[in-house]
């Protein structure tokens, strides 16, 4: 047999059911805001260098910080070599 909900049990439920909504909004704002990120460093890097290793794209899409993407982005603008740029990635995971 169903049991009847309360309204406080269905408040409840629609409160945490909004919740839910706005987390995941929220987590997939975050997600997609990384992964521009690495695209413009990808595409940035790519431009400026001819092209990037398989591994050195792969390093930069494994980074999970907004900030550290942020910097890399602002740093990329002065490298030169695909190299710098590994040692910018590298300093940046200590």
Do not use: H, P
């Not at 047999?1 to 909004?18: A, H, I, Q």
């Not at 706005?22 to 940035?44: D, P």
């Amino acid at each position: 047999m169903e049991k009847l909900m309360t309204s406080w049990e269905r408040k409840g439920r629609e409160e945490g059911r909004k919740e839910g909504i706005e987390k995941g909004k929220a987590e997939g704002k975050a997600e997609g805001e990384l992964n521009a990120l690495k695209t413009v460093i990808i595409n940035q890097a790519k431009q400026k260098f001819g092209s990037i290793k398989d591994s050195t794209e792969e390093k930069i899409k494994g980074i999970s910080q907004k900030e550290k993407l942020e910097e890399i982005v602002v740093k990329l603008i002065n490298l030169e070599t695909e190299k710098e740029l590994l040692n910018v990635i590298e300093k940046l995971k200590k």
